[in-house]
Structures are given as structure tokens and as C-alpha cells.
Nanobody
Framework: VQLQASGGGLVQAGGSLRLSCAGSGRTFSTHRVAWFRQAPGKEREFVAGISWGGNSPHYGDSVKGRFTISSDNGKDTVTLQMNSLKAEDTAVYYC?????????????????WGQGTLVTVSS
């Protein structure tokens, strides 16, 4: 399974950005996809997750109400729409895939990881 993240960039606080995660290879062996992020000097934290089929989206507390995750199963692509961005959203964002069917925020449950994409929010 290969995951390709894209869409990062520089945006002003209050703005929006859309990240995409494109899966390839044996994606059928996985069930759920998630976004994590890691800011300098901080632990990698869960942002949002969803099944490839678009079921059971769930979010980390810090992004609820601002971020929306969605899946285009036909294209093996998961999108993270980020609105009302804050300076504290600045981080490298990673997409990851899990073979588990249950929703989880635990990074050790995600076996496959893409390269990160940098999001910088200027205040």
C-alpha cells in the first residue's frame, strides 16, 4: 500500500486549505484512512479518520467543527478540508492507513504511512 499526501502550503489564519491522500497498491487490504499531524517538538497527533467507503468519520478534539474528512472510494482518495485555520494548526500532516475495521486514533494501529505535507498557518 502506498499513500501520497498533497495539498499543503502557506495560508493566513482564518483561511482554508484542502489536503488529499491518494492510495495505490493493495488498498483493498486496508479499511480505514486517517490524517495525523506533527508540529515541531510535539508528538504526532490524530486529526481525523474515515473508512475508504466514507463511513464513520471521526475527529480529534482540536479540529472538530473546523475540519471535514471525506472519501472518494472509487478513486482511493481521502480529502481533508481544513477551514478556520489557526496558527496552532501548523504542522506536517501525514496520511495513514489501517487494516482494522474499527475507528481508532492510535497511531500504532496504522501500518501504512505516506510522506508528510507541510501546512503553515501565519497569524
Amino acid at each position: 500500500v502506498q499513500l501520497q499526501a498533497s495539498g499543503g502550503g502557506l495560508v493566513q489564519a482564518g483561511g482554508s486549505l484542502r489536503l488529499s491522500c491518494a492510495g495505490s497498491g493493495r488498498t483493498f487490504s486496508t479499511h480505514r484512512v486517517a490524517w495525523f499531524r506533527q508540529a515541531p517538538g510535539k508528538e504526532r497527533e490524530f486529526v481525523a479518520g474515515i473508512s475508504w467507503g466514507g463511513n464513520s468519520p471521526h475527529y480529534g478534539d482540536s479540529v472538530k467543527g473546523r475540519f471535514t474528512i471525506s472519501s472518494d472510494n472509487g478513486k482511493d482518495t481521502v480529502t481533508l478540508q481544513m477551514n478556520s485555520l489557526k496558527a496552532e494548526d501548523t504542522a506536517v500532516y501525514y496520511c495513514a492507513a489501517s487494516s482494522l475495521t474499527m475507528a481508532t486514533q492510535l497511531r500504532e494501529r496504522y501500518r501504512y504511512w505516506g510522506q508528510g505535507t507541510l501546512v503553515t498557518v501565519s497569524s
